[in-house]
């Protein structure tokens, strides 16, 4: 049995993956990866989902679909803690040589706790390749940069910076979308990250970003991006809890503050 990971009960959910998709996809099956936190060294055992791509051959026939909808449902009640936090996408290989097709294209994902795949761009993107080619885990199949090149610095930058500009310009319309405890928190540790990857081009790790806008911003924001990270852990139960008073108001200022400093020092 593969052992992609310290975690035996991750590898556990993994294996089955691979054979089960295997099962359906056939010799459509390139290769099963690993992005996200284990990629990039900020996993949680208690919080934590896992982050994969199916990377196939060619684009998903309708049999296929139905075929992976059918595992994917059946394999949610697998007898593993992680089963019930898988998060991913299927991705034909041809997309990963067609730049025009990033963050247009949907793919076919399974967003974590659910049973069924839906059509979202959420994996095609310029941060899940990048992550993919330097840090990737490969769990069946050849290693991904092997599939495609590096992603290059620039294109990465611009990608974050339209999310920061849109996510950001989003929330600052409606300040709903921060109102719980674990949202709030998330966007301020995803507004420091990507203000670390419009300086250095790459991506790092949540802990990283952290402590990198701690030493490289205002200390203004110190208190605000300290409470973000402590308040981090056990995102099921506080995704339901009302931040603190004042804490949406300061969480709106700083990205404004964050969407102004990317723009003014010219990233990307």
Known sequence: MMQPTPYPGVNRVLHELVARAGRVLGKNLVGVYLHGSLAVGDF??????????????????????????????????????????????????????????????????????????????HDNSWVVFWILHRYGITVAGPEAKTLFGPVPADRLRREVLAVMKNWGGDMRKDPAMISSVWYQSFAVISFCRMLQTLRTGEIHSKKTGVHWAQAELEPRWAGLIQRAWKERPDPSRKIRLPPAAGEVEQTLEFIGYAQTLALRSGYG
């Open 44 to 121: 949680d055992e208690r919080d934590s989902d896992l982050d994969f791509l199916v990377v196939v051959g060619e684009p998903l026939a309708e049999a296929e679909v139905a075929g992976l909808q059918a595992m994917h449902d059946r394999l949610h009640d697998f007898e593993a803690p992680w089963a019930q936090h898988l998060e991913g996408s299927y991705l034909p290989k041809a997309l990963l040589e067609q730049p025009e097709a990033v963050g247009v294209t949907p793919l076919w994902y399974l967003d974590n706790g659910w049973r069924e795949l839906t059509q979202s761009v």
